[in-house]
């Protein structure tokens, strides 16, 4: 439910359209310097400030001060900035700053307000600037969550964050939305979540995600939302789950197993292709003999007695040998004289 108009809304409407203030109130007796114009109010987060351009000198060179005073549009009365702990009662600078150091300080968050500004030089005076109306849970434009960490789980993704700024819990609080996508995928939005843990569930392992963040502030006497601006993109890898990282170690193990076994089948195919050749590339090389190498050691060594050096001495051995020869005449009459057990041949040694 919105809450009814605030009153003022022509002014607000100037300020929409031509970003200036309302026209200046009939200056006094004193009144001889321009008013300030253009102003703009920032309302980023728990920052307020505004901001306004110097009205047109002649050649008036005295130094020219501001003073900036706010009020209630419930009430008629305006009151100066160091009545809420702001000085900007005579300010060089274009500007004043509203921002509190505290929620106990600055401008009231739930409450219309209005400001007015005007150019001081010494005892002259400029007429006032009116500001429109502006209520803070309204017009406030709320950025992104702050600080974002993001750890990456079993088929999940665990996002953690602070809020944009400080609000008191009894006016308003904040509402999360995390928008995320597969890479390359459609975009999904989980929330609303008032928690600054948020668990994205049922993720694909072994997937790269892109997330980003955003709070919308909720008044809560009104029910009404400000979405605010997305976190940057940031992407992150899910890791497996144990389903997933079984099948993993089941894959790897097969995998090294027929890898192993195709290299022992290839080994065992190439040793019987090639048996030949295998003999011959693990045939041991001949060696030297051991009376060569002293040789090759040492070469002033004579090489025969080298080669005698270990060898022992052995007896000549005889063989005796005999010849059995028979006369030519003898040779016919030899079956018959084999018969005869007192004749036989004749053994001669031969030396």
């Not at 963040?213 to 940057?232: D, E, F, K, Q």
């Not at 089941?250 to 292709?273: E, H």
């Not at 060898?311 to 018969?339: G, Y």
Request: aromatic share 12%; hydrophobic share 40%; proline share 10%.
């Amino acid at each position: 439910m919105r809450p009814p108009p605030p009153p003022l809304s022509l002014l607000s409407l100037l300020l929409l359209l031509g970003g200036r203030g309302a026209p200046a109130l009939p200056a006094d007796s004193r009144s001889q310097l321009p008013a300030p114009r253009n102003p703009k109010i920032r309302l980023y987060n728990n920052e307020q400030v505004l901001r306004w351009e110097p009205g047109s000198l002649s050649n008036d060179t005295r130094p020219v001060v501001y003073q900036v005073q706010f009020t209630f549009l419930s009430g008629s009365r305006w009151y100066d900035t160091d009545d809420i702990g702001v000085n900007c009662m005579n300010v060089t600078k274009t500007e004043c700053n509203f921002t509190p150091s505290s929620l106990s300080e600055g401008l009231p968050l739930f409450f219309n307000v209005s400001l007015r500004v005007r150019a001081k030089a010494q005892d002259l005076v400029s007429p006032w600037l009116t500001v429109p109306w502006f209520l803070y849970y309204w017009n406030v434009t709320v950025g992104p969550p702050e600080n974002v960490w993001v750890t990456p789980g079993e088929g999940s993704l665990i996002v953690r964050f602070s809020s944009p700024f400080d609000i008191p819990a009894s006016k308003a609080t904040f509402q999360y939305y995390v928008h995320y996508w597969e890479k390359a995928g459609i975009q999904k939005v989980e929330g609303p979540f008032r928690s600054n843990s948020i668990v994205l569930n049922g993720l694909k392992p072994l997937r790269e995600y892109c997330l980003q963040v955003r709070a919308h502030l909720i008044w809560t006497h009104y029910n009404i939302s400000r979405p605010g601006h997305l976190s940057n993109v940031s992407c992150y890898e899910t890791t497996m789950d144990a389903t997933t990282r079984l099948q993993q170690v089941i894959v790897i193990a097969v995998g090294i197993f027929l890898l192993l076994s195709a290299l022992a089948g290839a080994c065992f195919f190439l040793v019987l292709r090639y048996k030949g050749l295998v003999k011959y590339w693990f045939h041991s090389p001949p060696s030297i003999p051991s009376q060569i190498e002293e040789y090759l050691k040492d070469p002033s060594q004579p090489i025969l007695e080298a080669l005698d050096k270990d060898t022992s001495p052995t007896d000549d051995a005889w063989d005796s040998v005999s010849v059995i020869s028979f006369a030519e005449k003898d040779r016919e009459a030899a079956p018959q004289s084999t018969l005869n057990p007192n004749s036989g041949p004749v053994c001669q040694p031969v030396g």
